[in-house]
């Protein structure tokens, strides 16, 4: 059952919407001309170093891009109340049992406080003593944290935020590693799961590298947790944890509002990563022919920065800003498999591949050049940059 209280401030998420787009817009300046130019809130990753994947709209407004890529109308960061409409999520009804564990480098010292303006202006479920649903630890599970770094406070921030989107009802743990290597964030997703964490959301990549398997692929294997992962920023192009084959790895599209009866559309998104793993044996649940190794992505969620979510963060910036990334579409299919609460009989990252039926197919788009293939490019049924589709409803899940 949800929230007790969660009904009744839903009530609020009409004059919260409208609150918040006043808010927005008045940051910055009038949406630009051509395609947003973002910039990364943290450093580019090397094989045994992740970077976080957020990326930063300065402008806080972007183009919402037609099907035939034209621009179209200024479009405000997307609310929560947005992206559970455009991806038909029961977020008001479940998800109460669930703890959704968001896994990052270095400290947010103002993540709680954060993560509380933006519930308050979504209309979401305060995290207080009614229903106490945020705990932050480091990588060994103790309270003190780690050194705080801005750029990965923007990045929890929009984690604690898209997992709260999609998942209004669930406890959330922030488990801060002590560093960018590869295997302090691997440590810290032993402790999610240690700590009971239901799903792990990580928003972050590092190149491959030939002994990724050997140093990672036991700490992103735990049978009854579900782990998620961004398939990168980049374009056509693999990075880790998302490879894994125990991962759910998470793409990126273009969501924009349309006249469907959906009332939203999608294509794929340039930056979204995809394609063949160096190193990671191909599991038996994929079947793509051009990929004798594990195949990126799995599924999609919105993550273009010319159409934004809408974040709150006050340690790396200074209150809203609109953010994109694949940093983005990782912790809100977090949300929506939690919303599911279906771990103890789904086998993931396989369960979606039986069940694609729960997606809406994204069939226009690419992310760069490989022969014209659906590897980088969108297609009627699987592809790379968008995976089976993305969420409609649970029921993939």
């Not at 890529?69 to 977020?91: E, I, K, N, T």
């Not at 400290?107 to 479920?125: F, H, M």
Request: glycine content about 10%; aromatic content about 6%; some cysteine.
């Amino acid at each position: 059952m949800s929230h007790p209280g969660f009904r009744r401030r839903l009530g609020g998420t009409v004059a919260a919407a409208g609150l918040l787009a006043a808010v927005l817009a008045g940051v910055g300046s009038a949406a630009p001309a051509g395609p947003v130019v973002p910039h990364r809130a943290c450093s580019t990753p090397t094989a045994h170093h992740a970077a976080c994947l957020a990326l930063v709209d300065a402008d806080a407004r972007g183009k919402a891009l037609s099907p035939s890529g034209l621009a179209a109308a200024d479009l405000h960061p997307y609310q929560a109340a947005d992206l559970q409409s455009a991806y038909d999520l029961p977020s008001d009804l479940l998800g109460a049992r669930q703890t959704i564990a968001i896994v990052d480098a270095f400290d947010d010292p103002n993540a709680e406080a954060d993560l509380a303006e933006y519930r308050r202006t979504n209309g979401l479920p305060a995290c207080d003593a009614d229903f106490p649903c945020f705990r932050k630890v480091n990588q060994r599970g103790e309270r003190t944290p780690p050194p705080a770094d801005a750029g990965w406070a923007v990045e929890i921030s929009l984690d604690l935020d898209m997992a709260s989107a999609a998942c209004p009802n669930c406890q959330l743990l922030l488990v801060e590693a002590d560093d960018t290597s590869t295997t302090s964030l691997a440590a810290a997703v032993d402790t999610a799961v240690a700590l009971g964490a239901d799903v792990v959301s990580n928003s972050y990549g590092a190149n491959e590298y030939s002994t990724e398997l050997a140093e990672l692929a036991a700490h992103f294997d735990h049978p009854g947790t579900a782990i998620v992962a961004s398939s990168g920023d980049s374009g056509f192009g693999v990075s880790v944890p998302a490879a894994l084959s125990t991962v759910v790895a998470v793409g990126g599209t273009t969501l924009y509002q349309d006249s469907s009866s959906r009332g939203w559309g999608e294509q794929a998104w340039a930056g979204s990563g995809s394609g063949c793993s160096a190193y990671v044996t191909k599991p038996s649940w994929q079947k793509d022919r051009l990929c004798r190794k594990r195949t990126v992505a799995d599924v999609a969620a919105v993550a273009n920065p010319s159409t934004p979510v809408a974040v709150y963060d006050t340690y790396g910036s200074t209150g809203w800003i609109a953010v994109g990334g694949t940093s983005a579409a990782a912790p809100l299919v977090a949300g929506v498999i939690a919303l599911a609460g279906n771990l103890d009989t789904a086998a993931l990252p396989a369960y979606p591949y039986a069940h694609a039926a729960g997606l809406r197919d994204v069939t226009t788009g690419a992310n760069g050049t490989c022969g014209g293939s659906y590897l980088c490019t969108a297609t009627k049924g699987y592809d790379g940059p968008t995976g089976l589709g993305t969420p409609h409803g649970i029921g993939a899940f």
